[in-house]
């Protein structure tokens, strides 16, 4: 679940998963992570240990100035899912922007903040997204095909990650 950025990513899991699993894609196109953590609450309690949710969100925060109160969203969010697995996906760095622009300060300290907070948590994880120019649009603030591919496959080894150090759960390949 998440903001425009992950569009595309259930259905490339459903692609290469295969049918063992099952995905389901919630995408909120320039939504703030307040939105997106609480819209589908009521379905995520229903989840175990046996299931995993994939947050990606954080870039409509930072470039309104509020990434303070979108790592607080995360972190009740991964709080109140400690029944099952949580995998969030860090902000990604604005290539249509300068390198060292003040955005892409932010998301650099964003994602450092964001780690700290998962940390404590053992049914929480993170994935680095480290990606280059390449692996965006030309309009450079989306990914294109081959960086959600990138997300997808980094996606599908922590599931394997997961699944495969927890003993009730069998992961078929």
Do not use: W
């Not at 930072?62 to 979108?70: E, F, H, L, P, V």
């Not at 907070?117 to 990914?143: C, E, Q, R, W």
């Not at 294109?144 to 003993?167: M, R, V």
């Amino acid at each position: 679940m998440g903001e425009s950025h992950v569009r595309g990513i259930s259905e490339r899991l459903s692609r290469n998963l295969g049918p063992m699993f099952s995905t389901t894609g919630y995408v909120k196109p320039n939504a703030t992570l307040s939105y997106i953590t609480s819209s589908e609450l009521s379905e995520l309690r229903k989840l175990s240990k046996s299931d995993m949710v994939m947050l990606c969100g954080g870039s409509t925060d930072i470039a309104r100035n509020n990434s303070m109160q979108g790592l607080a969203f995360i972190s009740r969010f991964v709080e109140n899912l400690a029944h099952t697995n949580v995998v969030v996906v860090e902000a990604p760095h604005r290539f249509d922007l300068d390198a060292f622009s003040c955005v892409n300060k932010e998301v650099t300290a964003f994602n450092r903040r964001l780690q700290k907070i998962l940390k404590p948590h053992k049914h929480a994880s993170l994935i680095n997204l480290f990606v280059d120019g390449d692996y965006f649009t030309k309009h450079s603030l989306h990914m294109n095909g081959k960086g959600k591919d990138q997300l997808s496959g980094l996606l599908i080894s922590k599931i394997s990650e997961i699944f495969a150090t927890q003993p009730s759960v069998v992961f078929l390949r």
